[in-house]
T-cell receptor, first 110, second 112 residues
Framework: EDKVVQSPLSLVVHEGDTVTLNCSYE??????LLWYKQEKKAPTFLFML????IEKKSGRLSSILDKKELFSILNITATQTGDSAIYLC??????????FGGGTRLMVKP | DSGVTQTPKHLITATGQRVTLRCSPR?????VYWYQQSLDQGLQFLIQ???????AKGNILERFSAQQFPDLHSELNLSSLELGDSALYFC???????????FGPGTRLTVT
């Protein structure tokens, strides 16, 4: 059974801090890894990573994948209160199933 | 706004009943996915349809079924409802298989 584990479970930081969220996986026939941000309701797409070592960047957020060590990190620099959310990592297998991790709950205090 | 629409937003029903949740994908998307999110289980994949055909199946209960219609909208049918079926049900869509998925706002189901 495919497995995605995220750490830490929760994190409290102050505005301006930099955070690193972790995602490790055990997936049969890995295809890609995705990051989502979930605020009040629906998850919103952040990144999709398929190749090792290539950083994807969007503003203050960036992510990288290590397919040898089976993990990914999501970095957020200069955090803002609007970054407070649950960050979800998910992995596609060859069977088109997207398996989600339990998420990291980030709270950014002013 | 992801472009994925779901109706209804909220549904309250009794145990043993049957309900239908509806999803319209983003314009141009051929794949539709259904997920269940509960507090203790996180986001659980239920089933995927691509252009009207079932493509992948997760831990979907036999009491649950889904279909995708020619106009690409999808319906998730939940029958013989139990208290444990209370959850947020999300629909997501993507251009095809193995693409990023865009989630609808969800339907909150409460079974009393």
């Amino acid at each position: 059974e495919d497995k995605v584990v995220q750490s830490p479970l929760s994190l409290v930081v102050h505005e301006g801090d930099t955070v690193t969220l972790n995602c490790s996986y055990e997936v049969t026939n890995f295809r890609s890894l995705l990051w989502y941000k979930q605020e009040k309701k629906a998850p919103t797409f952040l990144f999709m990573l398929t190749s090792s070592g290539i950083e994807k960047k969007s503003g203050r957020l960036s992510s990288i994948l290590d397919k040898k060590e089976l993990f990914s990190i999501l970095n957020i620099t200069a955090t803002q209160t609007g970054d407070s959310a649950i960050y979800l990592c998910a992995v596609y297998n060859a069977g088109n199933m997207l398996t989600f991790g339990g998420g990291t709950r980030l709270m950014v205090k002013p | 706004d992801s472009g994925v629409t779901q109706t209804p937003k909220h549904l309250i029903t009794a145990t043993g009943q049957r309900v239908t949740l509806r999803c319209s994908p983003r314009s141009g998307d051929l794949s539709v996915y259904w997920y269940q999110q509960s507090l203790d289980q996180g986001l659980q994949f239920l089933i995927q349809y691509y252009n009207g055909e079932e493509r992948a199946k997760g831990n979907i209960l036999e009491r649950f079924s889904a279909q995708q219609f020619p106009d690409l909208h999808s319906e998730l049918n939940l029958s013989s409802l139990e208290l444990g079926d209370s959850a947020l049900y999300f629909c997501a869509s993507s251009r095809g298989t193995q693409y990023e998925q865009y989630f609808g706002p969800g339907t909150r189901l409460t079974v009393t």
